[in-house]
């Protein structure tokens, strides 16, 4: 019975530790207002009939704090690169001079800022969620294994350890999120 416990408990700071990763790459597709190549990692480019991340085709690099520049690898595939820009919606236009493509960053409006920082707050929200569902799972375990046997105190001290762990985690979200926002608010 305990080793199960034990292992859950293991398990489940997996799971927020993988939570956490997810919720940083996702806040780092949310731009700033500053040039960050990580903008495109979502962005796939049709490459010999198959679709690659376009830092595989090309060096993606970001040369001010507004400009991203992209270095295609084959010359023959700079259409394919600012089509694949252009479908992904990311609120820029290409610039293709025939050798790089280049991606001018505007500074964003207050208005945009806000939005950004509520999608931020959404995204924090939702790993905050599978925090907690992740933990209903635990107690519900933790539940069961007392009912089969396992003693009732030793149960409440682990449901206690469950909880300081959901709370270290929701507090690490929380320290993500300041620092997202304060990155989107800041001019």
């Given at each position: ?99 790089v493509i280049r991606l001018s960053i505007p500074p964003l409006t207050e208005e945009r800022r806000k939005d950004l920082v509520k999608q931020a707050k959404a995204l924090a929200e939702e790993t905050r969620v599978g925090v907690r569902n992740e933990r209903h799972k635990i107690l ?48």
């Open positions: 019975m305990y080793n199960n416990i034990d292992s859950v408990i293991r398990e489940a700071r997996e799971h927020f530790d993988r939570s956490i990763e997810h919720l940083q790459r996702e806040l780092s597709k949310i731009r700033t207002g500053k040039a960050n190549a990580s903008i495109l990692e979502g962005v796939l480019v049709e490459y010999y009939g198959s679709p690659v991340p376009i830092n595989q085709v090309a060096n993606v690099t970001a040369t001010d704090s507004r400009t991203i520049t992209i270095q295609p690898w084959e010359r023959k595939i700079i259409a394919d690169i600012e089509r694949s820009i252009f479908e992904a919606n990311l609120g820029v236009t290409p610039q293709n001079d025939g050798e519900d375990l933790i539940k069961k294994e007392v009912k089969n046997g396992y003693a009732e105190d030793a149960g409440k001290r682990l449901e206690g350890k469950v909880q300081d762990l959901v709370n270290e985690y929701n507090d690490k979200v929380q320290q993500i999120l300041d620092v997202k926002e304060k990155d989107i608010m800041t001019i």
